[in-house]
């Protein structure tokens, strides 16, 4: 069975902070995804990282791949209260997301 | 270009009902996911249709069952409702790869 771990599984912070997100596995993955999800709502993409050691920038979010493509870990600068919502990663094996256990991050003025 | 559209958007249901929910995918999109997402067990997938066929399946009762029209559209079917059905149900549409999928807004189905 594959599991994505997702730590920490809640983070409250001030406004301006920042922070970072961990996703880690024991199985290799032929992607990864971000995703942010707000109450009521499905998960919107944020990225997808493809090889191994791959960092991408959105704005003030910074995503990395791992070398082994086991784990990821998305990092926010100067958090702001619109950032606030489930992130979730998720593995692509077989034509299928596995996904993380989520993260709820609450980022307050 | 209109996104993922799932109906309806909230359900309540008794024990023994069934339920069908319905997807449709972004224009161009020939390949749908369903997934489960519940505080509990998070995000597991239920099944992915492309062209028409089942291509792939998560570890779910039989009482779970889906289908797609040749118009993209997918529909899934959850019979013989029990408590432990009550959940966001997400529909994603999926372009290309598979690896990038998007997701409606979801079903929030309550079974009481």
């Known amino acids: 069975t594959q599991l994505l771990e997702q730590s920490p599984q809640f983070l409250s912070i001030q406004e301006g902070e920042n922070l970072t997100v961990y996703c880690n596995s024991s199985?290799?993955?032929?992607?990864l995804q971000w995703y942010r999800q707000e109450p009521g709502e499905g998960p919107v993409l944020l990225v997808t990282?493809?090889?191994?050691?791959e960092v991408k920038k959105l704005k003030r979010l910074t995503f990395q791949f791992g070398d082994a493509r086991k784990d990821s870990s998305l990092h926010i600068t100067a958090a702001q209260p619109g950032d606030t919502g489930l992130y979730l990663c998720?593995?692509?094996?077989?034509?299928?997301?596995?996904f993380g256990t989520g993260t709820r991050l609450l980022v307050s003025p | 270009k209109a996104g993922v559209t799932q109906t309806p958007r909230y359900l309540i249901k008794t024990r023994g009902q069934q339920v069908t929910l319905s997807c449709s995918p972004i224009?161009?999109?020939?390949?749908v996911s369903w997934y489960q997402q519940t505080p509990g067990q998070g995000l597991q997938f239920l099944f992915e249709?492309?062209?028409?066929?089942?291509?792939n399946k998560g570890n779910f009762p039989g009482r779970f069952s889906g289908r797609q029209f040749s118009n993209s559209r997918s529909e899934m079917n959850v019979s013989t409702l029990e408590l432990g059905d009550s959940a966001l149900y997400l529909c994603?549409?999926?372009?290309?790869?598979?690896?990038?999928?998007?997701f409606g807004p979801g079903t929030r189905l309550t079974v009481l």
């Open positions: 998720a593995g692509a094996s077989f034509q299928k997301l596995v």
């Open positions: 199985s290799v993955f032929s992607s």
């Open positions: 990282v493809v090889t191994g050691g």
């Open positions: 224009s161009g999109h020939r390949s």
């Open positions: 249709y492309f062209s028409e066929t089942q291509r």
């Open positions: 994603a549409s999926i372009g290309t790869s598979t690896d990038t999928q998007y």
